[in-house]
């Protein structure tokens, strides 16, 4: 069937009224009418080829919330007019070692991301988010619960569980310091997980006109890492730093923050490499780690964690036809804490 999308037509171009074509739903597939589908800093990544070659054209987005309208004949999960969501990947080989662990992010096979890949067959295109419809087996959709307004639910399936999977691995709790580097749209909900984990939450930001917002969103500290000294003065205090800075930057000062023993996770995927000194590993047995969103299970556990105590992104809505306009504030920093897109616009 046709859908109404919007879409880049090569690296880096403005974003323009594009029809897609969606299967109709199989037996396992759920059809979503897209409500609302927030914009990831990746898609900027991916519709500008930062991370590589990419493939166009590209329907972006991945942090999907819509409504149930169709279901094939075996679907056991969801029914017409349920709520429901959709990540950041739409299927995977549900073979390997990783998949049965229910970890399909990191598929030993292959990953069908939303967009910008293939689905299981690894030729036919996915297509994301900013669009009117999506088709996805039951298997790798989400249960929506009610009870937060969907504009704030849609960030949390991927700014949400990118954020909350490794303060969960990493065991964030009550008695440590976190610090969050980057307040943007993962870092706002970092800041957010971490201070409902019940953890003492320190943001660091290149922005001082941010301390503000940090507090309100939980924070219970602020460092301005511009300021000469300021990343010094905190040396060795933390458990725990999360990274979600998009663009490239030092890591070594971030490393020492951390005391004994402590992690620094990076979930911020810049386009080139970062350079990383051995000595703020080695001095304090530092540990330095990466990770990829979350898999469905988890994903469904944040969604059921997060809506009932009413943890949602901060978003801004926009209509599909402001997305370049989002994207370059974005870059800027400028925005609170997410852009999510109204897919009612897309019938414009
Ligand atoms: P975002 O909303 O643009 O936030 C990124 C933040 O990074 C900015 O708000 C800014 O915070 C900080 N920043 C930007 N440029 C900087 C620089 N040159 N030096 C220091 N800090 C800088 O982006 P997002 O959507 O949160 O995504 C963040 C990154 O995570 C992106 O690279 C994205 O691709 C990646 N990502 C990874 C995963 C995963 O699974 N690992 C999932 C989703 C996204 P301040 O103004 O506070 O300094
Ligand atoms: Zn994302
Ligand atoms: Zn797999």
Redesign the pocket.
Known sequence: MPVRAYAALSAGAALTPFTLERRAPGPKDVELEVLYCGI???DL?QVRAEWGEAMFPMVPGHEIVGRVARVGPEVTRFAPGDLAGVG?FVDSCRTCGSCARGLEQYCDGHLALTYNGTERDQKTPTFGGYAERIVVDEAYTLRVPAGLPLERVAPLL??GI?TYSPLKRWHVGPGQRVAV???????HMGVKLAAAFGAEVT?V???RS?EADARRLGAHGFIA?REDGALEAHAGRFDFVLD??????DPNPLLSLLRLDGAMVL????ERPLEVGAFPLILRRRTLA????GGIAETQEMLDFCVPRGIGADVEVIAVQDVDRAYER??R?D?K??FVIDAASLAR
């Open positions: 990831c800093h990746s990544h950041c991927c700014a990118t580097v980057g307040l943007g749209g993962l870092g943001v930001s290149t922005s941010k890492s979600t800075v998009s663009a490239p930057h979930v911020g995927a810049p990466g990770s990829l969103i974005m870059v920093g925005v804490f997410r």
